[in-house]
């Protein structure tokens, strides 16, 4: 009598969709892209800013005793309205920058990747519901959506990335639930699901790991858009306070200067345009080649 | 940006068979709209219902009283009780909430706490600007999108279908407020051809007002050009490649008359959605470019409501952008009737 593989062996996802040697591909052809590298670069440039700047003796909050000086050898990027070197509080500006979108990526991912799959799994009165609520959270204009977050709870870090994650978590979440929907009806859900495989186990052991490319190229996507959003609030003043060196707030306080020293609102303008394009780049770029 | 739901666009011209023709489709086509209009108008009412109770809810989380707010740190408990009374800061969560709601519908929103005024003059007034600013910056966009789109369909895959996409996406990803700055820093102060203030003593000279109103609409206006016209590209890109194209083209009609009657028409399906959900956003108000240019426009009113804790004028503000955005929707879902005749089949089904 001739012994049956384990159907769980024969259809074995994770060994199928996504071996490491996918991944190691993945990352070649990602590798040889220039747009990738170079924002990779720019990426890292700031990310290591943001950690290290305390390291490169700038202070960001003393007052040099020039006021509005154009930038010179001295001062790179010149001094704003009450003599601070605008170069300092560039780099010390990462730090902030780095901070709420990137977290708030990782709530909206962690959130929306789990009712995603949750929607998509049990469907019926579950899916019907999350996606009624879904709606209301969509037709909601972005910004007014913080608002009445920041009103509510005040500007912490904290707050602010809770509520950016909850504004990005329904888009992953749509996008995670058609995945799951399509992953669900595959083969081998129907045969872990004979094999008497627990709900949980599905979802965990199953489908995560097949959805995994999805959940990871929607991250990318969404921490362009969140770094931006982070960088309108703090724009608004609703971020961050007054002496703190937050790029968007530097955009606003010097706004009033532009024609006397336009060097203090451009300087910190061309840093969130270079770290959001760069992030940008490197979502598309993840998209297009994981696509194929 | 959230990726908002695209309209009901469930058309699968193959499942539909010959019943989508004659006296049939004729009878489907009037019990269809009805039935879409009638739900898209339930669903306001329903969606701002849900938004008003969620804005209590936090706005009763909101650390202090209404009243200590309003009145500042040196007024007596018996002022700040008072106030609370004339203004129906009182009772339980339950009864200020139907009490606010009575008094929305009714069209009694309220005293601007911070302004002192009634909140519908102060929101009524700035809505009139913003959607002055939203139309300004839509008759920029639409044209804009509409002929970069059609130039990338046109050049499909060479070089300046690759420039615009390039360009396009790269300023999508811009917030608002850096590309107005660099606008600013161009036109304003080394060109010094437009004014930096939107709402500068421009008097009531209305081509002086739209002038200042220039940069802040093409500011406006660039957040959503590089997705409307990619719309474009691909509507046409994929209307010049299907079927009836080519019936069109052996059929003898002219070069004008297949653009005019097939590709626009097809092309614009795609476009009109989007255009749907940025309308919305749109006339709203950005708070960003409003903060931004100095324009007294409702998003600005809002963002400086939340920063003062003025309750009264943020929920007052919130529905009324909130109902613009679903007007925006209703208005998308009736253009989308008369475009695209598939919807009408379809929705009956």
Do not use: C
Not at chain 2, 11 to 30: I, M, Q, V
């Amino acid at each position: 009598m001739t012994t049956l593989a384990h159907p769980s062996a024969v259809a074995d996802p994770r060994a199928v969709v996504a071996p490491p040697s996918s991944w190691r591909r993945v990352l070649v052809a990602l590798l040889r892209r220039p747009t990738f590298t170079a924002s990779v670069v720019i990426v890292l440039f700031w990310i290591v800013v943001a950690i290290g700047w305390r390291l490169f003796g700038v202070d960001p909050f003393a007052d040099t005793g020039v006021r509005i000086a154009p930038p010179s050898a001295e001062h790179l990027l010149g001094t704003d309205r009450i003599g601070r070197d605008v170069l300092a509080r560039l780099l010390a500006g990462a730090e902030p920058a780095l901070q709420i979108g990137p977290a708030g990526t990782l709530v909206a991912t962690a959130l929306g990747s789990v009712l995603g799959l949750v929607a998509g799994f049990f469907r019926g009165w579950v899916d019907t519901i999350l996606m009624r609520v879904f709606d209301v959270f969509l037709a909601l204009p972005t910004l007014i959506f913080l608002l009445v977050i920041v009103g509510a709870f005040g500007t912490s870090t904290l707050v602010l990335a809770v509520a950016v994650g909850l504004l990005f978590a329904p888009g992953i979440a749509r996008i995670i639930r058609s995945a799951t929907l399509v992953e669900m009806g595959k083969q081998y859900v129907a045969s872990a699901r004979m094999q008497g495989e627990s709900r949980l186990r599905i979802i965990v052991l199953e489908l995560v790991p097949n959805i995994l490319p999805t959940i990871i190229v929607q991250a990318t996507l969404s921490l362009g858009s969140a770094i931006f959003i982070a960088s309108s609030l703090s724009f608004l003043g609703l971020a961050a306070a007054a002496p703190s060196p937050d790029w968007g707030l530097a955009i606003n306080e010097n706004r009033v200067y532009l024609q006397g020293a336009p060097w203090t609102v451009l300087a910190p303008a061309i840093a969130i345009m270079s770290l959001v394009v760069a992030v940008n780049l490197i979502a598309d770029n993840v998209k297009e080649v994981t696509r194929r | 940006m959230t990726t908002s739901s695209p309209r009901p666009v469930t058309t699968t011209p193959t499942s539909r068979g010959s019943r989508g023709r004659g006296l049939e489709a004729l009878r489907e086509r009037h019990s269809g709209i009805p039935a879409l209009i009638g739900k898209r108008l339930l669903q306001i009412p329903f969606v701002l219902l849900v938004v008003s109770i969620l804005i209590y809810w936090l706005v009763e989380i909101v650390p202090g009283d209404p009243g200590r707010n309003a009145l500042g740190p040196y007024a007596t408990d018996e002022q700040v009780l008072l106030w609370n009374q004339q203004h129906g800061f009182v009772g339980s969560v339950l009864e200020r909430y139907i009490h606010w709601l009575g008094g929305f519908v009714t069209g009694s929103w309220g005293e601007s706490i911070i302004y002192g005024e009634p909140a519908s003059d102060l929101i009524l007034g700035r809505l009139g600007n913003s959607l002055l600013l939203g139309a300004y910056a839509f008759v920029l966009l639409v044209p804009a999108a509409i002929a970069l789109g059609a130039v990338q369909a046109y050049w499909e895959a060479r070089r300046p279908d690759r420039v615009i996409t390039i360009t396009l996406m790269s300023l999508a990803a811009i917030p608002e407020f850096v590309i107005g700055v660099i606008l600013l820093i161009v036109f304003a102060v080394v060109l010094a051809v437009l004014p930096v203030h939107a709402a500068g003593d421009v008097g009531d000279n209305p081509l002086l007002r739209l002038r200042a109103m220039t940069l802040p609409a093409i500011t406006l206006a660039l957040g959503y050009l590089a997705v409307l016209a990619r719309m474009v590209r691909t509507g046409a890109i994929e209307s010049i490649t299907a079927q009836y194209h080519r019936t069109a083209v052996l059929k003898g009609l002219t070069t004008g008359e297949v653009v005019r009657r097939h590709v626009v028409r097809n092309a614009l399906i795609p476009t009109v959605s989007l255009l749907g959900i940025y309308l919305g956003t749109l006339l709203g108000g950005s708070a960003v470019v409003e903060t931004l240019f100095g324009y007294p426009g409702l998003g600005a009113l809002i963002v400086t409501a939340t920063e003062k804790k003025d309750i009264v004028l943020l929920e007052a503000g919130v529905m009324v952008t909130g109902l613009v955005a679903l007007l925006a929707l209703l208005l998308t879902d009736l253009l989308f009737l008369v475009i695209d005749p598939r919807v009408r089949f379809e929705e009956a089904k």
